[in-house]
């Protein structure tokens, strides 16, 4: 039905303008995207993109939150997440397919604070280890990730779970 928020033509609507957004931001840095862009590439109005978004920078951020929220719900259906070599190969899996969203995001933010979040649950004894292991553990983790993306993900998932976990990241 017209004027309805979740119609199909408004969901349609939303994904053209997040796909198009992800298209220009392989080429451009996000301050440099205009809405005018944004919408001649999907070809609609700028109303249109106003009902949805205030600016660029908005649907970003939507766009960051709706890719964490599905990693977390993702890796939440097993329990604690990244706690466990299998966890880890569930994490690189979802982040492998969508690779693209996930390097975009990464090198707009320039950190992934889901994954550092999500690398480190687990329980430290002594404030001072879980502060180098914090450390350690995430920057090592993501490090070894994005060289996996970068160089096009030849391994599968689980052998840089297993290089993940062979450098350190066991449990304490």
Not at 78 to 93: A, F, H, I, R
Not at 107 to 115: A, P
Request: include cysteine.
């Amino acid at each position: 039905m017209v004027g309805t928020k979740n119609n199909r033509r408004t969901k349609y609507t939303i994904n053209l303008i997040k796909e198009s957004f992800l298209v220009l931001l392989e080429t451009k840095k996000l301050p440099q995207i205009t809405v005018t862009e944004i919408c001649n590439y999907v070809d609609i109005n700028r109303g249109t993109f106003y009902l949805h978004y205030k600016d660029p920078f908005e649907l970003f951020e939507v766009m960051q939150n709706e890719f964490n929220k599905e990693l977390v719900e993702a890796l939440q259906e097993g329990g604690s997440p990244c706690t466990s070599e299998e966890s880890m190969v569930k994490l690189l899996n979802i982040i492998q397919d969508k690779k693209t969203m996930y390097q975009l995001l990464i090198s707009e933010s320039g950190k992934s604070e889901f994954l550092t979040r999500v690398l480190l649950e687990q329980n430290w004894n002594e404030p001072f280890l879980r502060d180098y292991s914090f450390t350690y553990k995430v920057y090592g983790s993501i490090g070894v990730i994005n060289q996996w993306l970068e160089s096009n993900g030849g391994e599968s998932p689980q052998t840089i779970a297993n290089i993940i976990y062979s450098l350190g990241h066991q449990n304490k």
